[in-house]
């Protein structure tokens, strides 16, 4: 219990620091970088993941939960007239999750750090797929992207193969391969949990400062 405290202290704490000005306006902006593009990927690397077959059922999870949300609200939109942002806007909201910065710390609390292999595998190969792929077609459709220039196939595969963490996994998946000349990227475990530890804690403060 304790341990889940820590997410409502730093949101209200990022709220509270963006309410006193201790930090500058971009402050939540440049936090959330720093989890997105070095403790998440640390974590993924010191993690040494496995693909096992077992972990491909709950991949697909988010990929089913998505599909279902896309189904049940399109349909509860027409019965309801909505217009179609608010169709999209409530697929997306509901059907996606947020399983790094939020779903990861909370099992991990709950049932240890065994837990990690099989949630970042939900979290890159479900949650960030369907939202990279489905979500951002279903995107498409309300409003146009300035950077897709006419070809939304390569600007998906750009979001893909530029997204810190997913890279990271593709990695590590190279190295588990590889397992006899594996090189351990940051020399000792300990160096890597560094850069990944405290990440509930500035993920949590830049939505607080967002806010």
Not at 26 to 52: D, H
Not at 112 to 118: A, H, P, Q
Request: with cysteine; aromatic share 14%; net charge positive.
């Amino acid at each position: 219990m304790p341990h889940l405290m820590l997410i409502p202290i730093c949101l209200v704490g990022g709220w509270i620091l963006k309410r006193v000005k201790i930090f500058p306006e971009n402050s939540g902006i440049v936090l959330g970088n720093f989890v997105v593009y070095v403790s998440l990927p640390s974590l993924i690397l010191i993690s040494n993941i496995k693909l096992e077959n077992s972990l491909f059922f709950l991949a697909f999870i988010p990929w089913l939960i998505f599909g279902v949300s896309v189904v049940f609200f399109y349909t509860i939109g027409k019965f309801f007239h909505w217009d179609l942002e608010t169709k999209i806007a409530t697929i997306l909201c509901c059907g996606l999750g947020n399983t790094s910065f939020l779903g990861l710390p909370i099992l991990r609390m709950l049932y240890g750090e065994e837990v990690t292999n099989s949630v970042l595998i939900v979290d890159q190969l479900g949650t960030f797929l369907c939202l990279a792929i489905p979500g951002f077609i279903v995107a498409l459709r309300f409003q146009k992207d300035p950077n897709i220039n006419g070809n939304p196939i390569a600007s998906v595969l750009k979001k893909l193969f530029t997204f810190p963490p997913f890279l990271a996994l593709l990695f590590s998946f190279f190295l588990s391969i590889f397992s006899p000349f594996r090189i351990n990227l940051f020399c000792t475990e300990n160096i890597g949990g560094n850069f990944s530890t405290n990440r509930i804690v500035r993920s949590r403060i830049s939505n607080g400062i967002r806010f």
